[in-house]
């Protein structure tokens, strides 16, 4: 259906892609993997029109493209669901679906026609979606399924999926799977992109492997093995995909008693140990990031005691949790992690300004750099210079950014919420490193994480949450995923029946 | 039959946005009834024709802006162009040209404004805060440059007193059926623009690049030329707005339509239109534009003075958008929670 060969596209200063050559049979789900910066999205820019490409050559059914707009890529059949959902929150599912070729009469839109169009298209998927609803009053999965349904309206049969099941709960990527091998006995192509592997041998046929712009390799799925895709992807055998640190475990740093805020955070109580890391485990919507944000203050709480050294603290917003010695690594880098506009040393810089300051306000450039110097070393954060924004750094240095900012001061207790999320192999090994560097040196780690294996690899000891409350505690080393999702769906009565 | 009714209403109801519509009519039923109560000749028909015609410039110059609210945009540039609209169409008529081809050239003139905008915001993407304030200085300049930096003489000293009875009467001071002509020129316009938006494809279109330009562009629409859509929308309500002030004034006044964008705005905005995009109804508009005038009618009727006048709107403003955020936060907590 697809073939590309030799494609070249320069950036300023970069040469995004080099020779790279891909191919896309129908009928297939395609994984093309590789680290963040690898160039899989500007290939597929480049399939789907965003961008022009450089050289090379590019077929799709047979006919050969020059240039390529968005349009004609949409025309030629190819559509691309975003890992950044691409829908107006604001519109219906319908109005969202025929988006830029509604159906008119004359001047008049044909809404009707329209919405039994849309309701035709997922009731074929089985979705049960109502086309009338607004699409922001979706859950994420809903949102994506309609973004699917949506190709599918306008006949696509190449779907490019960039990171789809990164923000699913295990319920909606078997929904998800669902679709795709449906669309797939369709005669679909489907190109597949992805950093969670684990996933890739329920729905994968072929990969192609690139790194740093180049095309590596690539074949049968299941005739590769999980390493040898992992060491291509790289470049360098990781030789342990969770390296864990034995630590002993000291004395108790932190404990959270009766914490109750909204109906996600229903009556938590928990310890954190020195040189101890503790997963935090559950479904999408368990409240665990809830928690997370009661602890630091950033959601009212309604009751509950916070213990540090056995001493209650009172943190009524994030500047008190910060003083106490209690940080945050939030979930969403972008929104709640960085200043992205920021240079890296303003981002750095940015909570330790007391400590940066003088007496009368005015910040001291010397132990600003002196902060900046010591993050970029000890985080190995890749970047030419702490003067560029955060934005143009890849997922992974986003994430040290965020955990450096807090490292200059003496915290006790470091949260991270979901700190791999959407970054590369390489890099998570970076992070679960860092995280047990902190364990080491006698800092409490609270670890919240949707993704099983890295939990059970990581943490010591694994609390799991469902619906709000905690339903079990478990030792890493004695556990098995089935255990930990036994417990993540322990809901109440109630919620069963809905 | 009532069954079908009755799915009618709820279809009406369920609209998106249908809420603060429902709440800045029910704020406008409030402000008038109170108002009446205090002093009875609120309700008399001859201040109800008053009201009507009042309040139709700033329903037009609401509708031009709820237009660019929606899209995510503003356009600071719709009072200078009321007044340029004055400006042209007023010397013009001085010099003894016909009163159509004068309301032509200032039509053109608004639309070339209003083409600029679209062009700034649209193509070469200017924050929409900064394009229309560059608009706004230079088409009251023009309003100020088309009769030498002085106000018009009376229109009829040029095209005659009948002529120019003819347009005031048109404009202003005319009825049909009984209501004042001015009522029924917004009307039209806000029914026309009314379908516009809510039944046709540019009107879909508008709500989309409010919600997400990416996405929207990404699906196929194209995002300059919707933008310069919407920017000769305000442009066109701007025009017709200086000609009602033309024909009241019976001559052109460089200083029309001074403040008049931020009329539109808070006309929207206390009808409900988000001035972050993606959300709103007309229908808002005309709400808001009702309280607008209903609460100056009324506060003038009360002999309140003008100091107060202006407060009480200013207070007015902040607190509807405070009510729909407040009513907002508490939806989605709600949601965020079950």
Request: aromatic residues 6%; charged residues 20%; hydrophobic residues 45%.
């Given at each position: 259906m697809v073939s590309m060969k030799n494609i070249v596209k320069n950036f300023p200063g970069v040469k995004?892609?080099?020779?790279?050559?891909?191919?896309?049979?129908?009928?297939?789900?395609?994984?093309?993997?590789?680290?963040n910066g690898a160039g899989k999205s500007t290939l597929m820019k480049i399939l789907s029109g965003v961008y022009t490409k450089d050289g090379g050559s590019m077929e799709i059914f047979g006919k050969t493209y020059e240039t390529l707009t968005p349009k004609q890529a949409q025309a030629a059949g190819v559509a691309i669901i975003h890992q950044e959902l691409n829908m107006c929150r604001h519109l219906s599912?319908?109005?969202?679906?025929?988006?830029?070729?509604?159906?008119?009469?004359?001047?008049?839109?044909?809404?009707?026609?329209?919405?039994?169009?849309?309701?035709?298209?997922?009731?074929?998927?089985?979705?049960?979606?109502?086309?009338?609803?607004?699409?922001?009053?979706?859950?994420?999965?809903?949102?994506?399924?309609?973004?699917?349904?949506?190709?599918?309206?306008?006949?696509?049969?190449?779907?490019?999926?960039?990171?789809?099941?990164?923000?699913?709960?295990?319920?909606?990527?078997?929904?998800?799977?669902?679709?795709?091998?449906?669309?797939?006995?369709?005669?679909?192509?489907?190109?597949?992109?992805?950093?969670?592997?684990e996933?890739?041998?329920?729905?994968?046929?072929?990969?192609?492997?690139?790194?740093?712009?180049?095309?590596?390799?690539?074949?049968?799925?299941?005739?590769?093995?999980?390493?040898?895709i992992i060491a291509n992807m790289v470049g360098r055998e990781i030789k342990e995909q969770f390296p864990r640190i034995s630590c002993s475990k000291g004395k108790k740093v932190f404990e959270?008693?009766?914490?109750?805020?909204?109906?996600?955070?229903?009556?938590?109580?928990?310890?954190?140990?020195?040189?101890?890391?503790?997963?935090?485990?559950?479904?999408?919507?368990?409240?665990?990031?809830?928690?997370?944000?009661?602890?630091?203050?950033?959601?009212?709480?309604?009751?509950?005691?916070i213990l540090l050294d056995d001493k209650e603290i009172q943190i009524q917003c994030p500047m008190d949790a910060i003083r106490a010695g209690i940080v945050l690594a939030p979930e969403d880098r972008k929104k709640d992690g960085l200043c992205t506009k920021l240079s890296i040393r303003h981002n750095l810089a940015l909570p330790n300004l007391d400590l940066l300051c003088n007496r009368i306000g005015v910040i001291?450039?010397?132990?600003?750099?002196?902060?900046?110097?010591?993050?970029?070393?000890?985080l190995l954060i890749k970047t030419p210079s702490v003067e560029i924004n955060a934005a143009n750094l890849s997922g992974g240095n986003q994430q040290k950014v965020v955990v450096g900012k807090w490292l200059a001061r003496n915290s006790r207790v470091v949260i991270f919420d979901e700190p791999t999320r959407g970054i590369d192999v390489g890099a998570k090994v970076e992070i679960y490193n860092l995280m047990n560097k902190l364990k080491q040196e006698g800092i409490a780690v609270m670890f919240v994480s949707s993704e099983m294996p890295e939990v059970l690899g990581i943490a010591d000891r694994v609390i799991i949450m469902c619906d709000g409350r905690i339903t079990g505690e478990v030792m890493a080393r004695d556990t098995t995923q089935n255990e930990v999702l036994k417990y993540a769906t322990e809901f109440e009565k109630k919620q069963q029946a809905r | 039959m009532n069954e079908k009714k009755q799915s009618a209403f709820k279809g009406l109801l369920g609209t998106r946005g249908m809420g603060a519509v429902i709440t800045a009519f029910a704020g406008l039923l409030i402000i008038y009834v109170a108002f009446g109560i205090i002093d009875r000749n609120v309700f008399s028909g001859q201040n109800v024709m008053n009201l009507l015609r009042s309040m139709s410039k700033y329903l037009l110059i609401g509708v031009g802006q709820s237009y660019l609210l929606i899209t995510g945009n503003i356009d600071l540039s719709i009072g200078s162009m009321v007044g340029m609209s004055a400006m042209i169409s007023a010397t013009l008529m001085t010099m003894g040209i016909h009163p159509i081809i004068a309301i032509l050239v200032a039509l053109i003139c608004c639309l070339c404004c209003g083409v600029v905008n679209g062009i700034l915001v649209g193509k070469f993407k200017l924050p929409?805060?900064?394009?229309?304030?560059?608009?706004?200085?230079?088409?009251?300049?023009?309003?100020?440059?088309?009769?030498?930096?002085?106000?018009?003489?009376?229109?009829?000293?040029?095209?005659?007193?009948?002529?120019g009875d003819r347009f005031q009467n048109f404009f202003y001071y005319g009825k049909t059926f009984g209501i004042f002509n001015t009522f029924w020129i917004a009307l039209i316009l806000f029914l026309l623009f009314f379908f516009l938006l809510s039944k046709t494809r540019t009107g879909r279109h508008i709500y989309a690049i409010g919600s997400n330009v990416d996405a929207a562009k990404l699906s196929g629409v194209n995002v300059v030329n919707t933008t310069i859509k919407a920017y000769l929308v305000s442009a066109v309500c701007a025009c017709v707005v200086g000609l009602i002030l033309c024909a009241q004034a019976g001559m052109g006044n460089m200083e029309a339509g001074n403040m008049y964008e931020m009329y539109g705005v808070a006309a929207g905005v206390i009808g409900g239109i988000s001035p972050l995009g993606g959300t709103g109804l007309l229908l808002g508009t005309f709400a808001g534009a009702a309280v607008w005038q209903t609460l100056e009618n009324g506060l003038n009727m009360i002999g309140a003075q003008v100091g107060i006048q202006r407060l009480v709107i200013g207070i007015i403003v902040v607190f509807s958008v405070l009510l729909d955020v407040v009513v907002r936060s508490g939806n989605f907590r709600k949601k965020s929670n079950s």
């Amino acid at each position: 259906m697809v073939s590309m060969k030799n494609i070249v596209k320069n950036f300023p200063g970069v040469k995004a892609l080099d020779n790279v050559s891909f191919e896309l049979r129908s009928g297939e789900v395609m994984a093309l993997l590789g680290e963040n910066g690898a160039g899989k999205s500007t290939l597929m820019k480049i399939l789907s029109g965003v961008y022009t490409k450089d050289g090379g050559s590019m077929e799709i059914f047979g006919k050969t493209y020059e240039t390529l707009t968005p349009k004609q890529a949409q025309a030629a059949g190819v559509a691309i669901i975003h890992q950044e959902l691409n829908m107006c929150r604001h519109l219906s599912v319908t109005e969202n679906m025929f988006l830029g070729r509604e159906k008119v009469d004359g001047v008049l839109l044909k809404n009707n026609e329209m919405e039994s169009e849309a309701a035709e298209i997922l009731g074929q998927l089985k979705i049960d979606i109502d086309p009338r609803q607004t699409v922001g009053d979706l859950p994420v999965s809903k949102q994506q399924m309609v973004e699917i349904a949506k190709a599918l309206s306008i006949h696509a049969k190449i779907l490019i999926m960039d990171e789809p099941t990164s923000s699913l709960t295990a319920k909606e990527i078997d929904e998800l799977f669902r679709i795709i091998r449906k669309l797939k006995a369709d005669g679909c192509g489907i190109v597949y992109i992805s950093h969670r592997l684990e996933e890739l041998q329920a729905i994968v046929d072929r990969v192609t492997i690139m790194r740093d712009g180049q095309y590596i390799t690539s074949g049968e799925f299941h005739s590769m093995t999980m390493d040898q895709i992992i060491a291509n992807m790289v470049g360098r055998e990781i030789k342990e995909q969770f390296p864990r640190i034995s630590c002993s475990k000291g004395k108790k740093v932190f404990e959270v008693r009766g914490l109750n805020a909204g109906k996600l955070v229903r009556d938590i109580n928990f310890s954190l140990y020195e040189g101890e890391i503790v997963g935090f485990a559950g479904l999408m919507g368990a409240g665990r990031t809830e928690t997370t944000r009661a602890i630091f203050g950033v959601d009212p709480k309604t009751s509950g005691q916070i213990l540090l050294d056995d001493k209650e603290i009172q943190i009524q917003c994030p500047m008190d949790a910060i003083r106490a010695g209690i940080v945050l690594a939030p979930e969403d880098r972008k929104k709640d992690g960085l200043c992205t506009k920021l240079s890296i040393r303003h981002n750095l810089a940015l909570p330790n300004l007391d400590l940066l300051c003088n007496r009368i306000g005015v910040i001291s450039r010397n132990k600003e750099d002196q902060l900046c110097e010591k993050a970029v070393q000890n985080l190995l954060i890749k970047t030419p210079s702490v003067e560029i924004n955060a934005a143009n750094l890849s997922g992974g240095n986003q994430q040290k950014v965020v955990v450096g900012k807090w490292l200059a001061r003496n915290s006790r207790v470091v949260i991270f919420d979901e700190p791999t999320r959407g970054i590369d192999v390489g890099a998570k090994v970076e992070i679960y490193n860092l995280m047990n560097k902190l364990k080491q040196e006698g800092i409490a780690v609270m670890f919240v994480s949707s993704e099983m294996p890295e939990v059970l690899g990581i943490a010591d000891r694994v609390i799991i949450m469902c619906d709000g409350r905690i339903t079990g505690e478990v030792m890493a080393r004695d556990t098995t995923q089935n255990e930990v999702l036994k417990y993540a769906t322990e809901f109440e009565k109630k919620q069963q029946a809905r | 039959m009532n069954e079908k009714k009755q799915s009618a209403f709820k279809g009406l109801l369920g609209t998106r946005g249908m809420g603060a519509v429902i709440t800045a009519f029910a704020g406008l039923l409030i402000i008038y009834v109170a108002f009446g109560i205090i002093d009875r000749n609120v309700f008399s028909g001859q201040n109800v024709m008053n009201l009507l015609r009042s309040m139709s410039k700033y329903l037009l110059i609401g509708v031009g802006q709820s237009y660019l609210l929606i899209t995510g945009n503003i356009d600071l540039s719709i009072g200078s162009m009321v007044g340029m609209s004055a400006m042209i169409s007023a010397t013009l008529m001085t010099m003894g040209i016909h009163p159509i081809i004068a309301i032509l050239v200032a039509l053109i003139c608004c639309l070339c404004c209003g083409v600029v905008n679209g062009i700034l915001v649209g193509k070469f993407k200017l924050p929409p805060f900064i394009a229309t304030l560059g608009t706004m200085f230079v088409s009251r300049g023009a309003a100020y440059m088309v009769n030498n930096n002085r106000n018009t003489d009376a229109i009829a000293t040029g095209i005659g007193k009948e002529a120019g009875d003819r347009f005031q009467n048109f404009f202003y001071y005319g009825k049909t059926f009984g209501i004042f002509n001015t009522f029924w020129i917004a009307l039209i316009l806000f029914l026309l623009f009314f379908f516009l938006l809510s039944k046709t494809r540019t009107g879909r279109h508008i709500y989309a690049i409010g919600s997400n330009v990416d996405a929207a562009k990404l699906s196929g629409v194209n995002v300059v030329n919707t933008t310069i859509k919407a920017y000769l929308v305000s442009a066109v309500c701007a025009c017709v707005v200086g000609l009602i002030l033309c024909a009241q004034a019976g001559m052109g006044n460089m200083e029309a339509g001074n403040m008049y964008e931020m009329y539109g705005v808070a006309a929207g905005v206390i009808g409900g239109i988000s001035p972050l995009g993606g959300t709103g109804l007309l229908l808002g508009t005309f709400a808001g534009a009702a309280v607008w005038q209903t609460l100056e009618n009324g506060l003038n009727m009360i002999g309140a003075q003008v100091g107060i006048q202006r407060l009480v709107i200013g207070i007015i403003v902040v607190f509807s958008v405070l009510l729909d955020v407040v009513v907002r936060s508490g939806n989605f907590r709600k949601k965020s929670n079950s």
